[in-house]
C-alpha cells in the first residue's frame, strides 16, 4: 500500500518563500498509474486544491492560484515538492500531498488516494 | 474555478439515510464521470469514499453510495451510524485538466 508523508517547516515569515516535500514509501514516484497532487486547508475551513503534477515533468495548477506555486519532482529521491513564494498569513493552512489516479497521461484524472497525514503551516513573523 | 456547492450541514438520526448534494456546472460534474467523494474526521487526512460517481474503494462499507444527475452529484449514507459523524467533501475533474472541491458538508448523527 502506498504511502506518503509530508514534511516542512512549520512556521514561515511572511514575505519568504515555503518549501514542502511529499516522500512516496511502499511505491515510485516514477509509477505510471499515478499523479502527484497538493491539497490545502485552511483551519476550519474547507479543502482546496492546488496542483498535480507527473513525474515525467507535466503540471497543471489551480487557475486561482498559479503564479505562487511551483511543482517539481526528484525521482531520485521518491518524493515531490511544493514552493509557494510571497507567503502571506493567507497561506496558513494545512497541506495534504497525495497520489492522484490517472484516466490519461495527457492529464486527465480522477480520484485522490491515498493521502499524507498533512502538516500544519503558519505564516507569521 | 469556483467550489463546487455542497450544503453546509446535514443531519440525520442512527438507522436513518441522508444524502448529500454537490451541485457544479457543465464544465465540471456535468461534464464528466469523474466526481469523488471523501470523509474528513477533525484533524485527520481525508478519505476516499467514492470515486467516478458511484464506485466504492475495496473494503468499504456498502451504506456508501454515489450518483449524478445532469451538473448534480450525490452522496447517500444509509443506516447512519454515530461513526459517519465527519465532513464530507466532493471533488470533481474539470475542464483544463483541473480539479474543483465542494465546499464540504458537516454531517451530525443526532
Known amino acids: 500500500q502506498l504511502q506518503l508523508q509530508e514534511s516542512g517547516p512549520g512556521l514561515v515569515k511572511p514575505s519568504e518563500t515555503l518549501s514542502l516535500t511529499c516522500t512516496v514509501s511502499r511505491g515510485s514516484v516514477s509509477s505510471t498509474g499515478y499523479f502527484w497532487g497538493w491539497v490545502r486547508q485552511p483551519p476550519g475551513k474547507g479543502l482546496e486544491w492546488i496542483g498535480t503534477i507527473y513525474y515525467r515533468g507535466a503540471t497543471y495548477y489551480n487557475p486561482s492560484l498559479k503564479s505562487r506555486f511551483t511543482m517539481s519532482v526528484d525521482t531520485s529521491k521518491d518524493q515531490f515538492s511544493l514552493k509557494v513564494t510571497s507567503v502571506t498569513a493567507a497561506d496558513t493552512a494545512v497541506y495534504y500531498c497525495?497520489?492522484?489516479?490517472?484516466?490519461?497521461?495527457?492529464?486527465?484524472?480522477?480520484?485522490?488516494?491515498?493521502w499524507g497525514q498533512g502538516t500544519l503551516v503558519t505564516v507569521s513573523s | 474555478q469556483s467550489a463546487l456547492t455542497q450544503p453546509a450541514s446535514v443531519s440525520g438520526s442512527p438507522g436513518q439515510s441522508i444524502t448529500i448534494s454537490c451541485t457544479g456546472t457543465?464544465?465540471?460534474?456535468?461534464?464528466?464521470?469523474?466526481v469523488s467523494w471523501y470523509q474528513q474526521y477533525p484533524g485527520k487526512a481525508p478519505k476516499l469514499m467514492i470515486y467516478?460517481?458511484?464506485n466504492r474503494p475495496s473494503g468499504l462499507s456498502n451504506r456508501f453510495s454515489g450518483s449524478k444527475s445532469g451538473n448534480t452529484a450525490s452522496l447517500t449514507i444509509s443506516g447512519l451510524q454515530a461513526e459517519d459523524e465527519a465532513d464530507y467533501y466532493c471533488?470533481?475533474?474539470?475542464?483544463?485538466?483541473?480539479?474543483?472541491f465542494g465546499g464540504g458538508t458537516k454531517l451530525t448523527v443526532l
Open positions: 457543465s464544465s465540471d460534474i456535468g461534464a464528466y464521470n469523474y
Open positions: 471533488l470533481s475533474y474539470a475542464s483544463g485538466s483541473t480539479v474543483v
Open positions: 497525495a497520489a492522484v489516479n490517472i484516466v490519461s497521461t495527457i492529464g486527465v484524472y480522477n480520484w485522490f488516494d491515498p
Open positions: 467516478d460517481v458511484s
